[in-house]
């Protein structure tokens, strides 16, 4: 079972929006609505900015807002700024009943 | 919150047992997860526990390699191998999952395996 399929890298201005996808199948994003988002700087543990494939916890910025069309999830993220070069990883449930990661995708603030 | 114990360095064929110490929800209730992440790579998730009946799920590149257990009465998670590869070197995450997803996140521990 491979990871999702993520983009490498996506890369935006300040003050831009981007959008990062996240491509499954019907074994795993597509019957389930239990799709998550991870934001990871480097040398630190993962954060969660997106449960539930819309849902974000208390403190996280409206900044960031994700959305799921068939076996596609993405994630958006508006008015970039700095801070927000990092790595982020979707997640969903999976028919194995496990979960599974995308491959991760690099922002870049340019 | 999640605390996991110190960095390890090992050699290969070497036994190795990590943990996860939670606090501050009910442990029973909540699954946790481990994920590994290989230097440079992404994260993938080696397997899942549901401390309340011990039900264990493996990730299919980690069945048979490693055992994830979890001590209800110390509200502490472990992940063990009985014989280490040079490959298993990685930092290791344990992460719980509440009613907002895979919220709550360990420290993480680096793992070094020399050959």
């Known amino acids: 079972q491979s990871a999702l399929t993520q983009p490498a890298s996506v890369s935006g201005s300040p003050g831009q929006s981007i959008t990062i996808s996240c491509s499954g199948s019907s074994s795993d994003i597509g019957p389930y609505d239990d799709v998550s988002w991870y934001q990871q700087h480097p040398d630190k543990a993962p954060q969660l900015l997106i449960y539930?494939?819309?849902h974000r916890p208390a403190g996280i910025s409206g900044r960031f807002s994700a959305s799921k069309s068939g076996s596609t999830a993405s994630l958006t993220i508006s008015g970039l700024r700095a801070e927000d070069e990092a790595r982020y990883y979707c997640n969903s449930y999976t028919t194995r009943a496990i979960w599974m990661f995308g491959g991760g995708t690099e922002v870049t603030v340019l | 919150q999640l605390v996991q114990s110190g960095a390890e360095v090992k050699k290969a064929g070497d036994s190795l047992r990590i943990s996860c110490k939670a606090s501050?929800?009910?442990?029973?209730?909540?699954?946790i997860g481990w994920v590994r992440q290989m230097p440079g790579e992404g994260l993938e998730w080696m397997g899942i526990?549901?401390?309340?009946?011990?039900?264990?799920r493996y990730g299919p590149s980690f069945e048979g390699h490693v055992t994830i257990s979890a001590d209800k009465s110390d509200t502490t998670a472990y992940l063990q191998w009985s014989s280490l590869r040079s490959s298993d070197t990685a930092m290791y995450y344990c992460?719980?999952?509440?009613?907002?997803?895979?919220?709550?996140w360990g420290q993480g521990i680096l793992v070094t395996v020399s050959s």
């Open positions: 501050g929800y009910p442990f029973d209730t909540y699954w």
């Open positions: 539930d494939v819309t």
């Open positions: 992460v719980s999952k509440g009613s907002a997803g895979w919220d709550y």
């Open positions: 526990i549901y401390p309340g009946d011990s039900e264990t």
